[in-house]
T-cell receptor, first 112, second 115 residues
Framework: GQNIDQPTEMTATEGAIVQINCTYQ??????LFWYQQHAGEAPTFLSY????GLEEKGRFSSFLSRSKGYSYLLLKELQMKDSASYLC?????????????FGTGTRLLVSP | EAGVAQSPRYKIIEKRQSVAFWCNPI?????LYWYQQILGQGPKLLIQFQNNGVVDDSQLPKDRFSAERLKGVDSTLKIQPAKLEDSAVYLC?????????????FGPGTRLTVT
C-alpha cells in the first residue's frame, strides 16, 4: 500500500521561515510533487522533485531524499497569503502511467 | 490558455438520488483525472483516463460511480444512487501526458452535499 505522513497543522509568523515535512512509503515511486490549496479552491502546482537534493523556486524550495522516503517544503519570508494547505504527493508509475497519491495535507496558518 | 472547466460548482441532493458532474480539460491534454476530496483530507484518485481509455479505476466504487470520456475530450462522472458519505468536492484534473514531469492542472471542483 501507499502511506504518506505530514503534519496536520502548523503555525508561523509573517516574515518567518517554515519547513513542512513529508515522509512516504510507496511502491513504484518516480518523483514527488508539492501542491498548494487555499480553502475552497483547487490545488495549484508548487514544485516537483525527481532527483535527490534541493530545488529552489523563489521563496519556495523543496527537498527530496529517495533513500529515506523523505521530502520537505521550505517557505521563506512568509506572507499572509501563504496561509493554505500544502499537499505532499508522491508520483507513482504504474504500467507506464503516472498517478499522484496525495497526503492529507498540512494546513499552514500565517499570523501577523 | 483556458483552464480546466467543471460544472456545476455546487450541488445538493438527497440520498439515493443520482447526480452527474462534467469536466472539460485543457485543450491538448491527453490525461484526465477525477478525484474525490473529503473535507480535511487530500484528494483521492477515483479514475484516470488516457485519451478515451481508462488506465486506473482501482479506487472507483463501481457499484455506484461511473465515468466516461467520449472522444477523448470532455468527461462526466456519475453517482447513482448517492450516499451521505459521498459528500465531498469532486475535482477534475488534466495533464499533457501521464508521465514524468507533466504536472496536473486542477479545475475549481464541484462541491456535492448529500442530505
Amino acid at each position: 500500500g501507499q502511506n504518506i505522513d505530514q503534519p496536520t497543522e502548523m503555525t508561523a509568523t509573517e516574515g518567518a521561515i517554515v519547513q513542512i515535512n513529508c515522509t512516504y512509503q510507496t511502491s513504484g515511486f518516480n518523483g514527488l510533487f508539492w501542491y498548494q490549496q487555499h480553502a475552497g479552491e483547487a490545488p495549484t502546482f508548487l514544485s516537483y522533485n525527481v532527483l535527490d537534493g534541493l530545488e529552489e523556486k523563489g521563496r519556495f524550495s523543496s527537498f527530496l531524499s529517495r533513500s529515506k522516503g523523505y521530502s520537505y517544503l521550505l517557505l521563506k519570508e512568509l506572507q499572509m497569503k501563504d496561509s493554505a494547505s500544502y499537499l505532499c504527493a508522491p508520483q507513482i508509475l504504474n504500467t507506464g502511467f503516472q498517478k499522484l497519491v496525495f497526503g492529507t495535507g498540512t494546513r499552514l496558518l500565517v499570523s501577523p | 490558455e483556458a483552464g480546466v472547466a467543471q460544472s456545476p460548482r455546487y450541488k445538493i441532493i438527497e440520498k439515493r438520488q443520482s447526480v452527474a458532474f462534467w469536466c472539460n480539460p485543457i485543450s491538448g491534454h491527453a490525461t484526465l483525472y477525477w478525484y474525490q476530496q473529503i473535507l480535511g483530507q487530500g484528494p483521492k484518485l477515483l479514475i484516470q483516463f488516457q485519451n478515451n481509455g481508462v488506465v486506473d479505476d482501482s479506487q472507483l466504487p463501481k457499484d455506484r460511480f461511473s465515468a466516461e470520456r467520449l472522444k477523448g475530450v470532455d468527461s462526466t462522472l456519475k453517482i447513482q444512487p448517492a450516499k451521505l458519505e459521498d459528500s465531498a468536492v469532486y475535482l477534475c484534473a488534466s495533464s499533457f501526458l501521464a508521465g514524468d514531469t507533466y504536472e496536473q492542472y486542477f479545475g475549481p471542483g464541484t462541491r456535492l452535499t448529500v442530505t
